[in-house]
C-alpha cells in the first residue's frame, strides 16, 4: 500500500487554501513532522486552536499517523470529514474520508475501512488509489467478491499496473478461481518480470493446480532475485513444503528464472 502518500496529498491540497497570515502552512507542516513529529502534534494543535481550519487538523492527523497513532489520526479525519459546518468542497471531504480509510487498513481494522471508504464513494467516484484501498479492506474481511470488483475495476482504469494484477490473482486464487488468478499472474509478471508479488502469485497459483515445478520456479526466483522482500521468507516456506510432500525430488530442479528472463 502506499504508506501515507495519501496524507501527504491531502497536505499538498490545503497549501493553495486561504489562510490567515500568522498560521503555518501545509509545507511548514510537512518539514516540522519529518523533523521531530511528537512536537510537530503539539504545534498542529495549537495551530487548529489558533482558527488553523482544516488544513491544521489534517497537519495534527499526519503527525499523529508518523508517531504511530494511527488509529487517533482515523477518527479525527472521519470527525473531520463528517462536520458539515465547515465549508469545504465535496472532493476534499471524500480525500479526507479516503485518508481515514487507508489509516484503518494499517490498523488491521477492515470493516471500519470499508465503512469509511464507502462514505468517500458515496461523495466522489472512486480513483484508483480508492479502489486498491477498498480491495484491501474487502479482502481483509474475507470478501472476494467484493475485492474482486474493485480489483477489476482498478485493472480497467490502470491496465499497465503490475501490482494490481498480482493483487488481482491473489483475491482469485482465494475465491477459487485458479486457472483465472494464474492468468492475473502471469499478466503481472508480462508487466514487471521480476515483481515480487506477480512471482509469489503465479508460484501459489501453480502450486493450488499441482503444478510442483511449475510453483518452484517462480518461488525460486522470488528468493534468488529479491531475497529482501517480506515476500521471500513466506515463498521459502511454501518451497519447503512442496519439497516434503514431492514424491519425486526431480520435479524440484527446474532451473530459476534470472533478474532478466524474457
Known amino acids: 500500500m502506499r ?39 503539539e504545534d498542529a494543535a495549537q495551530w487548529s486552536r489558533s482558527d488553523g481550519g482544516v488544513e491544521a487538523r489534517v497537519c495534527e492527523a499526519a503527525a499523529l499517523e508518523a508517531l504511530g497513532a494511527t488509529a487517533t489520526a482515523a477518527q479525527l479525519l472521519t470527525g473531520l470529514a463528517e462536520n458539515t459546518s465547515r465549508a469545504m468542497p465535496v472532493e476534499l471531504r471524500a480525500a479526507l474520508f479516503e485518508d481515514a480509510g487507508r489509516l484503518w487498513l494499517l490498523e488491521q481494522q477492515p470493516g471500519l475501512a470499508r465503512q469509511t471508504l464507502a462514505r468517500a464513494d458515496a461523495l466522489t467516484p472512486a480513483a484508483p488509489a480508492r479502489l486498491e484501498l477498498s480491495a484491501r479492506a474487502a479482502a481483509g474481511e474475507g470478501d472476494w467478491p467484493a475485492a474482486l470488483r474493485a480489483l477489476d475495476a482498478l485493472v480497467a482504469a490502470e491496465p499497465q499496473n503490475a501490482g494490481a494484477f498480482a493483487l488481482r ?8 478461481q485458479l486457472v ?54 513466506m515463498a521459502q516456506r511454501n518451497l519447503q513444503r512442496l519439497v516434503e510432500d514431492a514424491p519425486e525430488p526431480s520435479e524440484l530442479r527446474p532451473r530459476p528464472r534470472g533478474p532478466h528472463r524474457p
Do not use: M, N, Y
Open 3 to 41: 504508506r501515507r502518500a495519501i496524507g501527504l496529498a491531502l497536505l499538498a491540497l490545503l497549501a493553495a487554501a486561504p489562510a490567515r497570515a500568522e498560521i503555518r502552512s501545509s509545507e511548514e507542516c510537512e518539514a516540522a513532522i519529518a523533523a521531530d513529529p511528537r512536537t510537530a502534534r
Open 180 to 233: 483465472a488468478a494464474a492468468e492475473s499472474a502471469e499478466t503481472a509478471l508480462s508487466l514487471s518480470p521480476d515483481l515480487p508479488a506477480g512471482l509469489f502469485e503465479a508460484g501459489a497459483a501453480a502450486a493450488e493446480r499441482g503444478d510442483v515445478a511449475g510453483a518452484s520456479e517462480a518461488w525460486q526466483t522470488l528468493i534468488l532475485v529479491h531475497p529482501e522482500d517480506p515476500l521471500a521468507p
Open 169 to 176: 490473482a491473489a483475491a482469485l486464487r482465494r475465491d477459487k
